[in-house]
Nanobody, 126 residues
Framework: QLQLVESGGGSVQAGGSLRLSCVASDTINDVCMGWFRQPPGKEREGVASIIADGRANYADSVKGRFTISEDNAKITVFLAMDSLKPEDTAMYYC?????????????????????WGQGTQVTVSS
């Protein structure tokens, strides 16, 4: 059973930066790793995903501002968030999904129904 633990959330002003981390209990070579977020009162949405060969996908709302990466040990996934906006305020979740999710760029729950972290809160003030 893969376990995921997020950290790095916090409160920042608009224009600021944060770096989220997701530590896995096992290597993540054969899965698509992703970050999702759920703003207050809204549905959860995909933010970024990455797989071992470096292929990455981003939601249009974060392209050019967020960067997803993995460490060489394939244990930790990072989400570097720059130029943060108030609309980025949300609970951010790390997830492990089917490799097909990364190759297709899909955020469908059909690909992401197995492993989720508990989340880390990001609050951006104007």
């Amino acid at each position: 059973q893969l376990q995921l633990v997020e950290s790095g959330g916090g409160s920042v002003q608009a224009g600021g930066s944060l770096r989220l981390s997701c530590v896995a209990s096992d290597t993540i070579n054969d899965v698509c790793m992703g970050w999702f977020r759920q703003p207050p009162g809204k549905e959860r949405e995909g933010v970024a995903s990455i797989i071992a060969d470096g292929r990455a996908n981003y939601a249009d709302s974060v392209k050019g501002r967020f960067t997803i990466s993995e460490d060489n040990a394939k244990i930790t996934v990072f989400l570097a968030m720059d130029s943060l906006k108030p609309e980025d305020t949300a609970m951010y979740y790390c997830a492990a999904g089917s490799p097909a999710a990364c190759y297709s760029g899909s955020w469908s729950s059909a690909y992401w129904d197995h492993y989720w972290g508990q989340g880390t809160q990001v609050t951006v003030s104007s």
